[in-house]
């Protein structure tokens, strides 16, 4: 987890390659790409559930980071998270899907037997049957806090709210998933 | 922050008050043998609480274990959580940053007049705003006491 000193030394430093880019160094972006993108692939791989769809998204919303780039206000990965997160949102309100997903996975394996990567696979579609049958927000925050690993008051400052209301959202979502699972897991 | 899943599952936890149940001290053996065995679920509010509890890293998995069905709540949060691992250890495919920088367009900044362009506020950028300023006051002030 970044100290509030490291958070405000990388503040500095994306505010110096924003300067760069909007002085017409556009190269200069790749270092904000390269610096952002892995936290928010990983948001936009756990809210569509589709590598194909997260790539695009993360396409999309840097580009849109880039044409509006001076209208960066505090900071950057705050601001940029905030675009993709509505661009998943956005995604999912729209998208009609039967099934899901990873279906284009192609990261290597790392499960020891056949057996062990059959079940895993199976967990892994009925976690994103399931996942994909919460309200939007409430997807969000389950991936914001049990995916990504972040903590609620820093989830409450990515999303502009409260900690009480993302910690109801939390457990709301645990709870549909838990009604979801547990006749087969548990 | 993650939380705790490996915490040891023993079930007693001195910090919390809490002991294993054993056969003495079980309430059930202390009822009558003619009552017939409970078919009314017991309401779950309470572990369904102790379990965000736990996820939220607030108590230990030993708290959890010893609620009604808190072994299988548990068996199925872990199952998850292993699941989440997976997705956290995910990166960007290279391809996928290379994709990005060649759909930006060229010239969106490029050739922008110096008016428009940004500055950053250094202590040297203050020291040549200071003395262009001293100067301008030193030609005007120059100009009207002439």
Redesign the interface.
């Known amino acids: 987890m970044t100290s509030a000193t490291g958070q405000v030394d990388q503040a500095d430093l994306d505010q110096e390659v924003i300067r760069r880019v909007l002085n017409g160094s556009r190269d200069a972006f790749e270092l904000l790409i390269v610096r952002y993108s892995d936290p928010l692939y990983r948001h936009a791989l756990g809210m569509t559930g589709s590598p194909d769809v997260a790539e695009d998204i993360l396409q999309q919303s840097f580009i849109k980071a880039y044409a509006h780039l001076g209208e960066v206000r505090g900071r950057f990965d705050a601001w940029v998270f905030r675009i993709v997160a509505n661009a998943c949102k956005d995604w999912l309100k729209n998208i009609r899907r039967s099934h899901v997903s990873y279906e284009e996975d192609d990261q290597p394996s790392s499960y020891s037997t056949p057996e062990e990567e059959l079940d895993r696979n199976e967990l892994r579609t009925d976690l994103e049957v399931a996942l994909a049958a919460l309200a939007p927000a409430l997807r969000e925050a389950f991936v914001m806090k049990h995916v990504e690993g972040r903590s609620y008051e820093e989830m409450a400052e990515l999303l502009r709210t409260t900690v009480g209301a993302l910690k109801m959202r939390v457990h709301r979502a645990r709870e549909a998933l838990q009604h979801l699972l547990e006749g087969k897991y548990a | 922050?993650?939380d705790d899943l490996n915490a040891p599952e023993d079930h007693s936890d001195p910090q919390l008050g809490f002991q294993p149940r054993s056969k003495t001290d079980d309430a059930d053996s202390a009822l009558p043998n003619h009552l017939p065995d409970r078919e009314v679920p017991i309401p779950n509010g309470g572990s369904?609480a102790v379990?965000?509890q736990w996820?939220?890293g607030e108590v230990s998995i030993a708290v959890v274990r010893a609620t009604q069905?808190g072994n299988?709540?548990v068996?199925?949060?872990n199952?998850?959580?292993?699941?989440?691992e997976?997705?956290?250890s995910?990166?960007?495919?290279l391809y996928?940053?290379k994709?990005?920088?060649d759909?930006?367009?060229?010239d969106?900044?490029?050739?922008?007049p110096w008016y428009k362009?940004?500055?950053?506020l250094n202590p040297a950028t203050m020291l040549v705003a200071a003395a262009a300023l001293l100067g301008i006051g030193a030609i005007v002030a120059h100009a009207v006491l002439k």
């Open positions: 922050m993650y369904t379990l965000h996820l939220d069905g299988d709540s068996d199925l949060w199952k998850i959580h292993d699941e989440a997976t997705l956290r995910r990166t960007t495919p996928v940053h994709r990005i920088m759909s930006l367009p060229e969106t900044y490029r050739g922008r362009r940004t500055f950053a």
